[in-house]
Nanobody, 129 residues
Framework: QVQVGESGGGLVQAGGSLRLSCRISGSPYTTYAMGWFRQAAGRERDFVAAISWNGGETYYSDSVKGRFTISRDNAENTVYLQMNSLKPEDTAAFSC??????????????????????WGQGTQVTVSS
């Protein structure tokens, strides 16, 4: 069964950058589309970005479009989230997840966290003003 683990979070000033990593193991890695979600304290889990199994397609939430970039390196079994121009409202626990196999890679599918089968423990991102 696929397992994922995030790293790269931390404390950064507004306007700064961070790169999150999501390491995937335990199953044929390249069969999974992947997504990043975040959850701020007291709020629901929100979609951030998703990438298809081969990296050919991506989706972003409106709140991060133009600032965040999702990518993957299949040789390294890793998915990345490059976050630039960070804002205090980006503060949250960021988690990566594997999309359930067989589901179409469409916006309506990837933005629904119920469609993901495996989640990491998350990595905290804190942006100070």
């Amino acid at each position: 069964q696929v397992q994922v683990g995030e790293s790269g979070g931390g404390l950064v000033q507004a306007g700064g950058s961070l790169r999150l990593s999501c390491r995937i193991s335990g199953s044929p890695y390249t069969t999974y589309a992947m997504g990043w979600f975040r959850q701020a304290a007291g709020r629901e889990r929100d979609f951030v970005a998703a990438i298809s199994w081969n990296g050919g397609e991506t989706y972003y939430s409106d709140s991060v479009k133009g600032r965040f970039t999702i990518s993957r390196d299949n040789a390294e079994n890793t998915v990345y989230l490059q976050m630039n121009s960070l804002k205090p409202e980006d503060t949250a626990a960021f988690s990566c997840a594997a999309l359930s196999p067989g589901l179409p890679f469409k916006f309506q599918t990837v933005t629904n966290h119920h469609n993901y089968i495996t989640w990491g423990q998350g990595t905290q991102v804190t942006v100070s003003s």
